[in-house]
């Protein structure tokens, strides 16, 4: 298979017409050049010229079969392959498989006869960006077939004359980057009633005032790459048509914020991914805590608040979630002994559970009854249940270290009024100071020359340049001025 990329005339050979194409494999013979002259962009062997008589535009499902499964040299003539073409074919029968791709072939309709006789036990069906422009047409050619999984994707067909008819058996739909909106969902979803499978991926559906409902044994959604996906409380109320059985969501790469609580549940929602969204603080898992409890395995990748390398988000996460199991694919064990188990550094339950507990630990201390309180436990609504797990978190004393202890701000204050702060050990000598005076103002300072001001206002001399900071009781905001 191949796309057109170039239509007309070649140096060397001016008088004719070629057609410049790129396959889909690396079995052309340049990258889009002819005698130094570049005419499109490929990749390196999937560029070829052929005459116009070699393009297909149209093709049967039966000539498309024989193209993808079988060995027909006189097609191969038809479509321009040579003989020297790398070549993957399957050598089971078409009458044995039980999935079938025609994606990319220029098919312009299907054929019930044709399915029934060449690949009777075919049950996943994909004709994706082929040219067949109608489900009417779909319907007649797979209904009463083993079909049950089908795949019409980068194409949008019509649904004319579908106002009264349904794909019975098809209880799998992959539509990926096709264009559908929301009200091509409203007539799509009447259409498809027994899916358990549906993949939307990569379409324009927003939700907003949403008049398509969910086939009601829906377990498998994919509604990832739908930008205009931004408010949770119309994802949440769409699935609530499938809350009993719902197990599986994808809504990555959309432009959700934030998760806020609601009154429909999900008990058999295990796995769900939510990377690549604008989720704008990690209370929002709180609320996924409740609304999707049953959650076992979860993604969060590509969200500016958890951080590809930010660990204690990532705790947050663990412990705001109590059935998690994987983030991010990550196996969460129970313990340290658990982890050590599994050869790997993994983040444990526990110790992410008493990391929340102590981040958290001096705005639990310093609350009173009132509002506040209310608010802490509202939107960190494991708290008790975890302090009573695992007992009181420890408050956090923020200590200085030996060198912040040793260390001071003082102003140096110049003739002209000019002040600069600095930052010195207590162990600094004056007459070091003094250098600093000459470096930093020009102004030669001699022994006995250089006074402290204290934050009371009382005035100090400094007249021996041996002394250090800490012998004359200099503080942090104290200002050394000269009298010179």
Known sequence: MATVAYVG?????????????????????????HNGKRYFECAQNFGSFVKPSKIVEE???????????????????????????????????TTELRSVSITDFPVVSLSRETILQKTPKCRHLDISNTKITSWKQVHESVEVTEIRELTASRMKLNSAGMENLAFQSIDSLILCNCDYDDEDLALLSAMFPNLKKLNLSGNRLSLKESKWNLPGNLTFLDLSDNKEINSWEELVNLLSKVQLSLEDLNISNCSLR???????????LTQMILSGNLIDNLECFS??????????????????????????????????MENLLYL?????????ADSLSTGAKLNTRRGAEIDYLNRKANEWYALTPGPSSEQFYKTNPRWKELVKKLGEPVQQVKMATTMESKMLKINLKSKSGECIEKELIKTTKIKLIQVMFKKLFKEKVKDGQLNLLDDCGRVFALDKSDSTLDDVNAATGDTIFSST
């Open 59 to 93: 093709m049967s499902l039966e000539e498309a079969l024989i193209a993808q499964y079988e060995r027909n040299t006189e097609l191969e003539e038809k479509v321009g392959a040579m003989n020297s073409s790398a070549l993957f074919l399957i050598e089971t029968p």
């Open 328 to 336: 991010n694919r990550s196996f969460i064990p129970a313990t340290d």
């Open 9 to 33: 005339a070649i140096e060397g050979r001016p008088e004719d017409c070629w057609i410049g194409i790129v396959y889909v494999e690396p079995i052309g013979k340049h990258d889009g050049t």
């Open 258 to 268: 934030n998760i806020t609580s609601h009154e429909a549940r999900f008990p058999k």
């Open 287 to 320: 609320n996924l805590n409740v609304v999707m409890e049953s959650l076992t395995h979860l993604s969060v990748n590509n969200i500016s608040t958890v951080g590809e390398d930010n660990d204690d988000s990532r705790q947050e996460i663990i412990a705001r």
